[in-house]
Antibody
Framework: QVQLQESGPGLVKPSETLSLTCTVSGGSIRSNYWSWIRQSPGKGLEWIGK???????TYNPSLKSRVIISVDMFKNEFSLKLSSLTAADTAVYYC?????????????WGRGTLVTVSS | QPVVTQPPSASGTPGQSVTISCSGSSSNIGPNYVYWYKQAPGTAPKLLIY???QRPSGVPDRFSGSKSGTSASLAISGLRSEDEADYFCAAWDDSLSGLVVFGGGTKLTVL
């Protein structure tokens, strides 16, 4: 059974950079694409981007200038960096396993981690 | 950003059937697969339907998905109290450099 676990700070200051890591267990990170998705309080879901174990990444155009997603296949984990934070970036951040041929097929999710942007 | 539209709310009584719609465009739902997710309060979304109309193992056959043109639907029959949750549709969008777009979500209330 594949399991994903997000880790990182729960509170970040405005203008700083958020760093989150997703650790994958019960399966190899080489098998699929892997995505980050966020959900602002009381709002809908927003796809941030995805990465393959080779390091090839695709980002949401609305966030592309501020996002870097990287992968460490030896640690079986992938990471998110989001820079120039504002209060609008306050959200629950999820990592999820994505399809190989079809992006949007998120069959395994982490529990999510709440990130609050505040001074 | 591309838009996929869902009704904000839906409701039904136990045993009834309910349908949730998802309206997109020729750059997302039209040419690509649709996925449906169920999110209970305080939990991560759970995959309900993949590739328009396929159910993952463990998802009851009370849940069914369909797609026609640039729209998709999720049908739930034999409504149960545990079906009360938020439901989201999703699809790949071919515009710009490509991205996943989610519908705004539909809150289903079981009366």
């Amino acid at each position: 059974q594949v399991q994903l676990q997000e880790s990182g700070p729960g509170l970040v200051k405005p203008s700083e950079t958020l760093s989150l890591t997703c650790t994958v267990s019960g399966g190899s990170i080489r098998s699929n694409y892997w995505s980050w998705i966020r959900q602002s309080p009381g709002k809908g879901l927003e796809w941030i981007g995805k990465i393959f174990y080779s390091g090839s990444a695709t980002y949401n155009p609305s966030l592309k200038s501020r996002v870097i997603i990287s992968v460490d296949m030896f640690k079986n984990e992938f990471s998110l960096k989001l820079s120039s934070l504002t209060a609008a970036d306050t959200a629950v951040y999820y990592c999820a396993r994505d399809g190989i041929l079809s992006t949007g097929w998120f069959d395994y999710w982490g529990r999510g981690t709440l990130v609050t942007v505040s001074s | 950003q591309p838009v996929v539209t869902q009704p904000p709310s839906a409701s039904g009584t136990p045993g009834q059937s309910v349908t949730i719609s998802c309206s997109g465009s020729s750059s997302n739902i039209g040419p690509n697969y649709v996925y449906w997710y169920k999110q209970a309060p305080g939990t991560a979304p759970k995959l309900l339907i993949y590739r328009n109309d396929q159910r993952p193992s463990g998802v009851p056959d009370r849940f069914s998905g369909s797609k026609s043109g640039t729209s998709a639907s999720l049908a739930i029959s034999g409504l149960r109290s545990e079906d009360e949750a938020d439901y989201f549709c999703a699809a790949w969008d071919d515009s710009l450099s490509g991205l996943v777009v989610f519908g705004g979500g539909t809150k289903l209330t079981v009366l």
